[in-house]
């Protein structure tokens, strides 16, 4: 194929137009093209165009005619062959286990667009979701298997799932516009966290394309601040099948029976001499509340980020090499395009948390961070969990999970599985009444926050009367 060159030189090679007026129109092919100048693959001489012909010898084997500006030799992967992939990681306690396993991802350029971490009470069951194309996520699946106390690595993204996302979304709402948005508040079936003169706080839960929708109705008045949690997912039971990770519950080991060594990013770290805290191995899972005797206690920090590869194995670095306890992580986009909000949970007292915010601000990709914990804001959760129960206990476990109002999101004729929001109280009573029917596999987004626009601490409330 060739053109000749005019003194204003417009070269069609029936998949783009490169001018030196314009811009060249690229068309995005997975293989390289190769430019040759007379016969030559030198591109010093294209240059000069008036003497010879310009050939296109392309590489691939696919029909379509594509070109590429003499620049770029090797144009990126075609967007077609990108995915989203949901990919579950089941694994064990281990110090640093959530940076490790952030920097997996980070060493071979895939930004993590959702972490969350749900677990039960001797092991994590982490849900990730990357783009990227079905080769090279195959090599991260086996790169995670070879990290230590991995027991599980799947991706999940091709079978049958229940996928669930929570958001606390904040945005204006004044007394002209508040009928209106407490309508559509009763289409998506919304819950109102906070409200005040001029602002409304509502939690919305559901898929990925439920959240896309509420964002795109709710945007015309105004996002003020977002907090969403990455997916998670728990996979569909087929009648007749067992559930997935059975065989990696605590009573498939009787090896593990005995005490397991604390030390990781989930659960809490053995007390260190100017660093004390609780060991706690119930549904509480180490948060605290209540200030102890040495000022430790739970600090929820809110993050902005670039929505950047690696900047959640930086965030977490952070944390680990000063041996900070990761107690609760969820990251999901914010309101804005191109950044992300990160919800932590850190105990410790007022002066080591504060160190912890001044060595975080000192991040490039970090815009703010926010030490929450002394201002009155409203927390949710999501739990995804699936029971094993048969059609004689079926009735009991739904009345259960009617008081808690927990929806019912997949049955079979062995498992159920419920889905429920709230505070940490309230996901801990649940889980801890259904116990005794038997537990298949927890999913759970940790902690999301928004500081109350109304200034209402319901903490500070309890057991106090209120006048009117």
Request: hydrophobic residues 40%.
């Amino acid at each position: 194929m060739a053109a000749a060159v005019n003194p204003s030189p417009k070269l069609n090679l029936g998949g783009g137009v490169f001018t030196r007026s314009s811009d060249f129109v690229p068309f995005w092919r997975p293989s390289p093209e190769i430019w040759r100048v007379g016969g030559t693959s030198s591109l010093s001489s294209v240059g000069d165009l008036s003497s010879k012909k310009l050939h296109l010898v392309c590489a691939s084997s696919s029909g379509t005619h594509n070109a590429v500006p003499v620049s770029q030799s090797v144009p990126p992967l075609t967007s077609s062959k990108m995915k989203r992939h949901t990919i579950s990681v089941f694994v064990g306690d281990e110090s640093g286990i959530i940076n490790r396993i952030a920097g997996v991802f980070a060493r071979r350029g895939y930004n993590i667009e959702s972490l969350a971490v749900g677990l039960n009470k001797d092991w994590a069951l982490f849900t990730i979701v990357v783009g990227g194309t079905e080769r090279v996520l195959q090599q991260v699946v086996e790169q995670l298997n070879k990290l230590v106390n991995v027991l599980k690595v799947e991706d999940i993204s091709r079978e049958p799932q229940v996928e669930r996302e929570l958001m606390l979304i904040k945005f204006n709402a004044d007394p002209s516009t508040r009928a209106e948005i407490m309508w559509l508040v009763n289409i998506f079936r919304e819950k109102v966290v906070d409200t005040a003169e001029h602002s409304l706080t509502v939690e919305v839960t559901g898929d990925p394309g439920k959240m896309v929708a509420v964002l795109r109705n709710f945007s015309k008045f105004g996002i003020k601040e977002l907090a969403r949690t990455g997916k998670i997912a728990l996979r569909r039971e087929k009648m007749g099948e067992t559930a997935p990770f059975w065989n990696f519950s605590a009573t498939s080991y009787p090896d593990l029976e005995g005490e397991i060594p604390n030390g990781g990013d989930v659960y809490p770290v053995e007390p260190y001499d100017d660093f004390p805290v609780n060991q706690v191995l119930d549904a509480h899972w180490g948060v605290l509340y209540d200030e102890d005797s040495s000022g430790v206690r739970s600090h929820t920090l809110s993050m902005l980020v670039n929505n950047t590869p690696g900047v959640l194995n930086i965030v977490t670095g952070v944390m680990s090499r000063r041996s900070y306890n990761i107690q609760s992580l969820a990251v999901g986009p914010a309101e804005k395009e191109g950044l992300s909000r990160i919800t932590t949970v850190v105990p410790g007292n007022d002066e080591t948390i504060g160190k912890l915010v001044q060595q975080l601000h000192k991040l490039i990709d970090l815009h703010e961070v926010w030490d929450i914990t002394h201002f009155p804001f409203a927390e949710r959760e999501l739990l995804l969990i699936k029971i094993a129960v048969n059609s004689a206990a079926r009735r009991d476990a739904l009345d259960i999970a009617k008081i808690f109002r927990a929806k019912a999101v997949d049955v079979s004729d062995h498992t159920i599985t419920l889905e429920l929001t709230g505070d940490l109280n309230k996901i801990i009573a649940l889980q801890t009444l259904l116990e005794s029917y038997g537990i298949c596999e927890v999913a759970r987004t940790w902690r999301v926050a928004l500081v109350r626009e109304s200034g209402v601490d319901s903490t500070s409330l309890r057991g106090y009367p209120l006048t009117l």
